[in-house]
């Protein structure tokens, strides 16, 4: 399961652009570190796609904070551009060859002033389509898949040194963390923290496990010291990452098999950390020790991203999910049972090769048995070599455009529906930024709907209660009970 896409994000160097899909709201920023000083070498990086990038993206920024490199927030003067990549749907490639035409323009202007311009492609795409990217993009110097990033100094170095490109699309034998530097830049409040990489699921639209390649967890020794030095930079909710992050699996100091929930428990011991939350799961991986944890840790929020894809059996096995619709629902009742206000959200695709109009109305069942807190819907795309691409009966494009219409209406309802729900409910929500209008503050509450109320901006890193005043479409509005002391 994918980590969530995120929207444009602008992050003082590190720039992401993507989907409307998001369960991080526009336009947030986050300070990667200080304004480079008068000596260093400029490193811009755009990121699209998911969490998980955005996070590369930072740890990126890390690996190469000792060779000089500072972020900067635009591409034009930079020495170094790195283009993170998504090929998850449709036109990645387009979108990564038209970016990188643009760049060659103020790599030239750069060149014929006697400056270089490192440029750098990384994450799904390059990947997947490495030769391709060298054969139309000669002026890039770097191609780099997901698991090669601790390699990127040395290859910076090469870069320097031969003139023509250098390819690492490697899934090498040791694991990138270990060769990582430790997390360096600060995150701010909220932190995304990669545990698990990689898929083993093989969903037949699905291009991850060819491009992240086989599932692997991060030791929790590792996670937990990450964990715990985030804290000490003053975050105080964590994000776990992971393209199947329930399937994380590892050992504890006793060396007793741990799952999830476990890991969940130990993150939940160390002090200052509020707020913890994982992304992305699949139904087939939410065992009994998780389901516990959600209903015995209250650090955990009652919240979870619970892809479905479909709500049909026929189309369900189609797409190798391995479960099906009653299942999924089963599992349901038995989060709801374990934590009554668990807030779902959901992945949909309409249109899978073989989806009739029958299938498609079973979604819509399954949707409105279930009533989703948010959910992100997209229309079938074929990625080629994965294994829907070359099924027979495709959907044609416009009777996608009708489902997609239909669902999409449905679940902007519920989600509109949930967010008056919790209308004159006092919340507790975490504040994390000015608000977009004077006198405003902005954070999310435990459900993950972010919320502006007035507020002095001395709350921004505490958690408050505030009464819900308006539920809008995609947001909250709402009004001060008292300022909670930081547990
Ligand atoms: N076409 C459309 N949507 C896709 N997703 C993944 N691959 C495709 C594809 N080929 C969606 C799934 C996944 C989300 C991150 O992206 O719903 O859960
Ligand atoms: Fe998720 Fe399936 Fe893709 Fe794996 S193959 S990342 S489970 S959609």
């Known amino acids: 399961m994918q980590a969530r896409f995120v929207p444009a994000l602008d992050r003082g160097g590190i720039a992401a652009d993507v989907c409307a899909a998001n369960m991080?709201?526009?336009?947030?920023?986050?300070?990667?570190?200080?304004?480079?000083?008068?000596?260093?070498?400029?490193?811009?990086?755009?990121?699209?796609?998911?969490?998980?990038?955005?996070?590369?993206?930072?740890?990126m920024a890390d690996v190469l904070a000792p060779l000089g490199y500072a972020p900067v927030d635009a591409p034009d003067d930079a020495d170094m551009v790195i283009l993170n990549t998504c090929h998850i749907r449709d036109r990645a490639a387009e979108k990564v060859f038209s970016e990188l035409g643009r760049l060659r323009v103020m790599k030239q202007v750069r060149e014929a002033a006697g400056n270089k311009m490192v440029l750098a492609v990384a994450g799904c795409v390059a990947q997947a389509e490495g030769a391709e990217i060298i054969a139309r993009a000669p002026?890039?110097?770097?191609?780099?898949?997901?698991?090669?990033?601790?390699?990127?100094?040395?290859?910076?170095?090469?870069?320097?040194?031969?003139?023509?490109?250098?390819?690492?699309?490697?899934?090498?034998?040791?694991?990138?963390?270990?060769?990582?530097?430790?997390?360096?830049?600060?995150?701010?409040?909220?932190?995304?923290?990669?545990?698990?990489?990689?898929?083993?699921?093989?969903?037949?639209?699905?291009?991850?496990?060819?491009?992240?390649?086989?599932?692997?967890?991060?030791?929790a020794a590792a996670v937990l010291a990450e964990a715990r030095r985030l804290v000490a930079q003053g975050t105080r909710e964590i994000t776990l990452l992971g393209q199947n992050v329930n399937a994380w699996h590892g050992t504890g100091p006793d060396g007793a098999p741990a799952s999830l929930g476990q890991l969940v428990r130990w993150l939940a011991e160390i002090p200052g950390l509020w707020r913890i939350r994982y992304t992305t799961s699949h139904p087939r991986d939410m065992d009994a020790a998780l389901i516990a944890a959600h209903a015995e840790v209250p650090e955990l929020m009652p919240y979870l991203h619970l892809p479905v894809q479909s709500g049909s059996d026929r189309i369900l096995a189609a797409m190798n999910r391995k479960h099906t619709a009653a299942e999924y629902l089963a599992l349901v009742d038995r989060l709801r049972a374990a934590r009554p206000d668990l807030a779902l959200s959901s992945d949909f695709i309409v249109?899978?090769?073989?989806?009739?109009?029958?299938?498609?109305?079973?979604?819509?069942?399954?949707?409105?048995?279930?009533?989703?807190?948010?959910?992100?819907?997209?229309?079938?795309?074929?990625?080629?070599?994965?294994?829907?691409?070359?099924?027979?009966?495709?959907?044609?494009?416009?009777?996608?455009?009708?489902?997609?219409?239909?669902?999409?209406?449905?679940?902007?309802?519920?989600?509109?529906?949930?967010?008056?729900?919790?209308?004159?409910?006092?919340?507790?929500?975490?504040?994390t930024n000015p608000g977009r209008r004077a006198g405003q503050i902005g954070g999310r509450t435990p459900w993950l709907q972010p919320v502006h109320a007035i507020g002095p901006e001395s709350l921004i890193g505490q958690e408050v209660l505030v009464r819900i005043v308006t539920g809008h479409p995609n947001s909250l509005t709402g009004t001060l009970i008292e300022e909670v002391a930081p547990a």
């Open 351 to 431: 249109g899978h090769p073989g989806e009739t109009e029958a299938d498609f109305q079973a979604t819509m069942e399954l949707v409105r048995k279930v009533r989703f807190a948010q959910a992100f819907s997209f229309k079938y795309s074929p990625r080629p070599g994965t294994p829907a691409a070359g099924a027979p009966m495709q959907v044609p494009e416009a009777e996608k455009d009708r489902r997609l219409q239909e669902l999409q209406a449905e679940l902007r309802l519920q989600q509109a529906e949930f967010n008056q729900s919790l209308e004159g409910q006092v919340v507790k929500v975490l504040f």
């Open 139 to 219: 002026y890039v110097d770097i191609v780099l898949g997901p698991q090669t990033y601790h390699k990127l100094p040395e290859m910076v170095a090469r870069a320097a040194r031969a003139g023509g490109a250098v390819i690492d699309t490697d899934f090498p034998a040791e694991d990138k963390f270990d060769h990582l530097p430790d997390a360096a830049a600060a995150q701010g409040m909220t932190a995304f923290l990669t545990i698990q990489e990689g898929c083993d699921k093989f969903c037949s639209f699905c291009v991850v496990p060819y491009t992240r390649g086989a599932e692997s967890s991060r030791p």
């Open 24 to 59: 991080m709201g526009g336009g947030e920023r986050m300070d990667m570190s200080d304004r480079p000083k008068a000596n260093a070498k400029r490193l811009h990086v755009i990121t699209w796609g998911c969490q998980m990038n955005v996070y590369d993206s930072g740890r």
